[in-house]
């Protein structure tokens, strides 16, 4: 009898446990029994990779082994490899070679995403918050160690960066959004309502976006296509991923890292493809619930607009979040501290060949210093190293593609031909082994020429040199010759001056320097993003972020039941 009862108490606890376990893959919240407390979040520290350094040695053998073969990335739908026949590929940019090939989804392919993305929703949004915080804090464990050289390695080969770019993008910024984003979800679940009113508790939950999130990432930040999937499912949502075609292999690695710390399958479907293609069948969908974009005005636009004619197709609203262009500045006030703002102009523009949305590409410069500027700026950007990024000497590498390189040397043929402008550095080009462009710096006497209003992402700054009387009017063209409105930085050794301008200035720019060049905002330090045609400013990098891929629920629980239904006013 005793082992009769021990065989049916042993068979109810394992049906009890069937039945939790069907619960919760039927989407049932599974209970949190503590408030947890996260362990301290810091930024991951940058390692210098000096020469003749063991993490330089180890770094570059990566970079070699990486380039040695060539690769494979499948579409990943629903955790299986998918191979659609229809084969692209990601060049090496330093060298016009196939550094990887990629499945390109179709439309089916799409459409098993999408629903795919759907499916797993139910599941993951009922995990609770601390269970998806853990799988963030062990992928940023898995990029800042076991992955942190073989993630670098990809970004380098395949988006043209040098070690300090990769360092400071594929390693310690994609650690960074995975950190802090727990942090900032932590801190969005504890606002909570007042409970002013006897007998009431009011309460706030923050549910994510009914329906799926469409991620599409740049490649020129390994970093950002980590933050633009990871930050929506994070809070609950599931996402589409669709990666830059220049950003094939590093967004795939970093792919599986999210997969390896346990992100289940389906909640982000890795889908390379065509964009035009690929948008338009998403954006019809009835669940489409929300846009996390980085890339070019134009794009975004197109897409705002394709959203909107669709928009009495969907179930609710959709966010759209969008980081794209800039045409940012630098102005040089009398006062500065020359040779920091030649310093500083020269990192601003020429890093990472000028292909930063952030990327300095106006300078303001005033009369009484330009002798002095224009002879530093010059012998620096020719004393410019440049090549393929397997050699750790050279500061520029290539830029991107082939696209990037003819459109960035018709700025520079334009200007070579304009009569208000002069290149007194650079100018120089060739894509014989590669997309080699020389830094450029073009004079210009006309503030309103091409190149100070266009947008042109790569190695072209143009100075405009202002009279010192001229100041508040030079002030004006800032914020007056092109509709961006993403980073700008001032040099000033004069408090009252930078006060003044700081103020002027206050539109132009979401992020705004002093005596810093205007690149290289930090995760939890400059949340980044800017206003105007620059995008919605929703500072990645912080809690406003993740607020727009939550839908609140308030919730009001009555303790004392009422007597009657008058009001004393009715009396």
Partial sequence: MLRLNHINNHARAVSRKLHSSARASAGVRVPQLATFKLPEIKNEPTRDYVPGSAEQEQLMATVAEVGSKQHHVPLVINGKEVRTGNVLEQLNPGKKSV???????????????????????????????????????????LI???????????????????????????????????????????????????????????????????????????????????????????????????????????????????????????VIQFVPGDAVSMTKQVFEHPEFSSLHFTGSTFVFKSMWKQIANNIDKYKSYPRIVGETGGKNYHLVHPSADIENAVNNTIRGAFEFQGQKCSACSRLYAPKSKWAEMREKLVALAESIKQGPVTDAHNFMGPVINQAAYDKI???????????????????????????????????????????????????????????????????????????????????????????????????????????????????????????????????????ALLQRFVSPRSIKENMVPISGYTYPSNQ
Wanted: charged share 20%.
């Fill in 99 to 141: 550094l990887c090939t990629y499945e390109n989804a179709g439309a089916k392919e799409v459409e098993d995403a999408i629903e795919g993305a759907l499916a797993a929703k139910s599941k993951w949004e009922s995990l609770p918050i601390s269970d998806r915080q853990a799988i963030f804090l062990r992928a940023a464990d």
């Fill in 144 to 266: 800042a160690t076991k992955y942190r050289y073989q993630l670098m390695a990809a970004s380098m080969l395949g988006q043209g960066k040098n070690i300090w770019q990769a360092e400071i993008d594929a390693a310690t910024e994609s650690a960074d959004f995975l950190r802090f984003n727990v942090k900032y979800s932590s801190d969005i679940y504890a606002q909570q309502p007042p409970c002013n009113a006897p007998g009431v508790w009011n309460r706030s939950e923050y549910r994510p976006l009914e329906g799926f999130v469409y991620a599409v990432s740049p490649f020129n930040f390994t970093a950002i296509g980590v933050n633009l999937a990871a930050a929506p499912v994070l809070m609950g949502n599931t996402v589409v991923w669709k990666p830059s075609n220049s950003a094939v292999l590093s967004n795939y690695i970093a792919f599986k890292v999210l997969r390896e710390a346990g992100v289940p399958d389906g």
């Fill in 409 to 543: 040397t018709n700025y520079i043929e334009y200007a070579r031909n304009a009569g208000d402008c002069e290149i007194i550095a650079g100018g120089k080009y060739s894509d014989a082994e590669g997309y080699y462009i020389r830094p450029t710096i073009i004079l210009t006497t006309d503030p309103f020429t091409k190149t100070m209003r266009e947008e042109i992402f790569g190695p072209v700054l143009t100075v405009y040199v202002y009279e010192d009387a001229e100041l508040d009017s030079t002030i004006d063209l800032i914020g007056e010759t092109t509709p961006y409105g993403l980073t700008g930085a001032i040099f000033a050794e004069d408090r009252q001056a930078s006060v003044e301008l700081s103020t002027k200035l206050l539109h132009t720019a979401g992020n705004f320097y002093i005596n810093d060049k205007c690149t290289g905002a930090v995760v939890g330090q400059q949340p980044f993003g800017g206003a105007r045609g620059s995008g919605t400013n929703d500072k990645p990098g912080s809690a």
